[in-house]
């Protein structure tokens, strides 16, 4: 059964820093892209980051490009999420989804979200 | 403001048909191919269709979708009340570095 979970979320002051997890299960993590994507409260849904299945790229969204970093660990499963320099706008929940094929067997057109964690809220206040 | 754009609302009674809209904000956005997702409060988004019109397994054949040029679209037929949740559509923009991009999103309501 494949399975994502996220976690590392929480309160930050603007301007702290925060990294996320996302562990999985259920599949051979290291053959698969995996992406970020999160959600303010009471708004829509909104695209990170992705990394590579190695970690060898890595491609960001407009609004966290240069603070944000993506990383991963194929030997312990896990994706992560570094955030730097936080602001308000900042807060939400952060999903963390894989794509349905393995990179050996697909293009960016491909990886789009198949399955998805339960997600981690993040909330940045003073 | 979102590059994929979709009506905030939409809404029908029990056994309606009803058809949200996803358009390229510029007209240099060509899709190649859509997916929509379904997203019940305090859930996590669910693939609902992917590859324009392709229902993942479990996914019930009153969803379809369809798409041309820079726009598509999310049918749901024999609406039912479980069908009432929020609904998104999401597309590969490879300009630039090349990004996912997601709509809006659309609050569908069953009267």
């Known amino acids: 059964h494949v399975q994502l979970e996220e976690s590392g979320g929480g309160v930050v002051q603007p301007g702290g820093s925060l990294r996320l997890s996302c562990t999985s299960s259920g599949f051979t993590f290291g053959d698969f892209v995996i992406h970020w994507v999160r959600q303010a409260p009471g708004k829509g849904l909104e695209w990170v980051a992705l990394i590579s299945h190695d970690g060898s790229d890595q491609k960001y969204g407009d609004s966290v490009r240069g603070r944000f970093t993506v990383s991963r660990d194929n030997f312990e499963n896990t994706l992560y999420l570094q955030m730097n320099s936080l602001t308000t706008e900042d807060t939400g929940v952060y999903y963390c989804?894989?794509?349905?094929?393995?990179?050996?067997?697909?293009?960016?057109?491909?990886?789009?979200?198949?399955?998805w964690g339960r997600g981690t809220l993040v909330t940045v206040s003073s | 403001q979102s590059v994929l754009t979709q009506p905030p609302s939409a809404s029908g009674t029990p056994g309606q048909r009803v058809t949200i809209s996803c358009s390229g904000t510029?007209?240099?956005?060509?899709?190649?191919?859509v997916y929509w997702y379904q997203q019940f409060p305090g859930a996590a988004p669910k693939l609902l269709i992917y590859r324009n019109n392709q229902r993942p397994s479990g996914v019930p054949d009153r969803f379809s979708g369809s798409q041309s040029g820079s726009s598509a679209s999310l049918a749901i037929s024999g609406l039912q009340s479980e069908d009432e949740a929020d609904y998104y559509c999401a597309t590969w923009d490879d300009r630039l570095s090349g990004r996912w991009v997601f709509g809006g999103g659309t609050k569908v309501t069953v009267l």
């Open positions: 510029s007209s240099r956005i060509v899709f190649d191919y």
């Open positions: 989804a894989k794509v349905p094929l393995a990179s050996s067997n697909s293009g960016p057109k491909d990886w789009y979200f198949d399955v």
